[in-house]
């Protein structure tokens, strides 16, 4: 049977819990899943620009060089320990892959970065797969992602075009922006969620500011509503970040992966759900998705953002959290089918 009629022949099943909010919420659940002997888990601190790091939690089996990895990219200033990044590398572990979890710049195990991230910084993900290869994990490499890191995963694979096929065998993506401007349209009619995100992003700013008070200031921190708002002062520019754009338009445009997606030519799998209630599906409805071959889309009617939790352990599932487990098991599918 072809991956995709497998992917799609899974059902979401969270009745009674459909609502957004508690589907949402239960995505930041812990993760049960039994515990995987002979890992060695180790971290790597990269500096990927001047007075920017990122930091690499690799969880390796025995002979390291034998296995797959999954490089696992959370969401904005999500870190290696945030419930995704644990989720998918306990199940990547599970399944017979190595997994790396990377925290994003300004993430709170990154928190003496002077920069925080942007939805278009691929070069991060680059610097990640580079990395790797140094560590002589020389098998194939899938990436996993969430929220805005699938943007930068999105983009970054879009740039390696043909390439890619030697490094990369698969991308999941959950819940994932793909148009830095329009996907977060949807946020504006809930307010709720986009004070959720806000508050993460301020919270971010602060933890920088405990480490680097004299380059990070707070107090307008009251005064910004919206994510608009953020972006216009963060992503465009002001102290004590300079990224180079002249105004949040230029921002959003080039910081879309969106218009990379028609050049990624590596198997990738796109779940998202109708009722997310941050992230629009409708950028996952055009052509760039629809006519790639190498683009596998999932929406399902319900979710919420990152959720996707059955009611309950369905298969072979590892745990409730139906979204990672497909990933995983679209990966697994990959591999055997090389």
């Known amino acids: 049977m072809p991956i995709a009629d497998i992917l799609e022949s899974r059902k979401f099943s969270p009745e009674p819990f459909h609502n957004r909010l508690v589907q949402t919420i239960a995505g930041f659940a812990p993760q049960h899943i039994e515990k995987k002997k002979h890992i060695v888990t180790e971290r790597e601190v990269v500096e990927v620009a001047q007075d920017a790091e990122i930091a690499l939690d690799y969880s390796l089996h025995e002979q390291p060089e034998k296995h797959p990895t999954v490089v696992v990219v959370p969401g904005f200033t999500g870190s ?21 979890r990377v925290g994003l710049r300004g993430a709170n195990d990154t928190y003496s970065s ?38 930068m995963v999105l983009k970054a694979v879009g740039e390696m075009g043909q390439e890619a096929q030697e490094k990369v065998g698969g991308v999941g993506l959950v819940s994932s922006v793909v148009d830095s401007k329009n996907s977060w349209q949807i946020i504006h009619k809930y307010k709720f969620y986009e ?8 919270n ?9 008070p004299e380059n990070w200031n707070t107090s307008f921190l009251k005064h910004i509503k919206t994510i608009e708002e953020w972006d216009e002062r963060y992503q465009v520019g002001y102290e004590p970040i300079r990224w180079g754009f002249q105004s949040k338009e230029e921002y959003y445009e080039k910081a ?14 796109v779940i998202h759900a ?65």
Not at 256 to 269: D, E, G, M, Q, R
């Open 256 to 269: 879309s992966a969106l218009p990379y997606v028609s050049k990624i030519a590596v198997p990738t799998f």
């Open 195 to 202: 004070w959720l995100v806000l508050t993460e992003l301020k």
């Open 204 to 212: 971010a700013v602060k933890r920088q500011a405990r480490v680097n």
């Open 274 to 338: 109708r009722d997310d209630p941050m992230v629009s599906f409708l950028p996952l409805t055009r052509e760039q998705f629809v006519d790639n071959p190498n683009i596998i889309t999932v929406l399902t009617p319900y979710g919420g953002h990152g959720g996707f939790v059955n009611f309950r352990r369905t298969g072979k599932d590892l745990d409730r959290h139906w979204a990672e487990n497909r990933v995983i098991e679209f990966f697994g599918l990959l591999q055997r089918s090389t």
């Open 114 to 151: 002077k920069t925080l991230s942007h939805a278009g910084l691929s070069e991060d993900v680059h610097r990640v797969l580079k990395e790797i290869n140094n560590k002589g994990l020389t098998r194939k490499i899938y990436i996993a992602a969430t929220s805005f890191g699938g943007n």
């Open 80 to 100: 290696g320990r945030s419930p995704f990044s644990v989720g998918m590398a306990n199940k990547a572990i599970h399944s017979g892959f190595n997994a790396v």
